[in-house]
């Protein structure tokens, strides 16, 4: 049930700190009246969130705290959700790793790969069966732009990461949709959010030009409309799709110039 009103969390939110798009995930959501469950490292922000959603839309928003760099908080999770049927997963897992491949010790490496692909595969591995057996159910992967460009100078592992989600989208896609299971991947390009806040490269990106960013809000309701339209891969704006389409066409040669050329305007690519 909905918990009641508490002025005083209302007082400490702060809504330029939950500014993601998993966060404008769950209120556009929660606009449709949908029930929530959302997950994430820190639970004090998740509660922040929910009570926000609780209050403006009346609906259930569970919270459960869970470190995907944490296997074992992976399989507490899918304890938690058994039995629950699931009808939207959003996976929205993600962070940046500024830096080129060597100036990282594996350990590091290794995290950013359970936390990006392993442990989301985990979780999308037990929600599947639950889908498949109600005939319905929805799975948007949050992959990138980047997943599409070249490699860059820089942040070695994140378009790679980004790639393989939009693989592994078309390839659920196929697996599942004769049972009524739709798979999404959805991708951004710049987005405004506190995610180059978290990798520090906010001071590279800002000087980006304005007209190739986009709210988290307008690549949310890209990313709803595309998943009820069946869409298998949407990349967000028209802008973003204009980019896509140029660098896909172009000769792999220049293509992987153009990302180098690229790299140095907003790839944090230390010696």
């Not at 918990?3 to 959501?29: N, V």
């Not at 159910?137 to 994140?158: E, V, W």
């Not at 000087?207 to 307008?218: G, N, V």
């Amino acid at each position: 049930m909905p918990a009641p009103h508490d002025p005083a969390s209302q007082d400490c939110f702060d809504h330029r700190r939950l500014a993601g798009i998993g966060a404008e995930f769950a209120r556009q959501l929660a606009e449709n009246g949908h029930d929530l469950i959302l997950t994430a490292r820190r639970l004090d922000r998740l509660d922040a969130l929910a009570q926000e959603l609780r209050q403006k839309s009346g609906i259930r928003v569970d919270t459960i705290a869970a470190d995907l760099a944490r296997p074992e908080d992976v399989e507490s999770l899918l304890t938690a959700l058994h039995g629950r049927p699931i009808d939207l997963f959003v996976q929205n897992a993600g962070y940046g790793q500024p830096g080129r491949f060597h100036g990282a010790d594996m350990a590091s490496h290794r995290q950013f790969i359970e936390v990006m692909m392993t442990s989301p595969l985990a979780l999308i591995h037990g929600l599947l069966p639950g889908m498949r057996a109600r005939g319905s159910g929805r799975i948007i992967n949050i992959a990138s732009l980047a997943g599409f460009m070249p490699g860059s100078d820089g942040h070695t592992l994140y378009g790679a990461c980004k790639s393989f989600w939009i693989k592994v989208s078309e390839s659920m896609s196929l697996e599942n949709r004769s049972k009524g299971v739709r798979v999404l991947a959805l991708c951004p390009g710049f987005t405004y959010s506190e995610f180059h806040d978290a990798n520090g490269s906010r001071p590279l990106v800002s000087k980006m030009p304005r007209w190739l960013w986009m709210t988290s809000e307008a690549v949310v309701r890209e990313g709803l409309d595309a998943i009820e339209a069946d869409r298998i891969v949407h990349v967000c704006g028209w802008r973003n799709r204009l980019i896509k389409a140029f660098v896909t066409t172009l000769p792999d040669r220049l293509a992987r110039a153009f990302s180098a050329r690229q790299s140095k305007r907003f790839r944090m690519a230390h010696d």
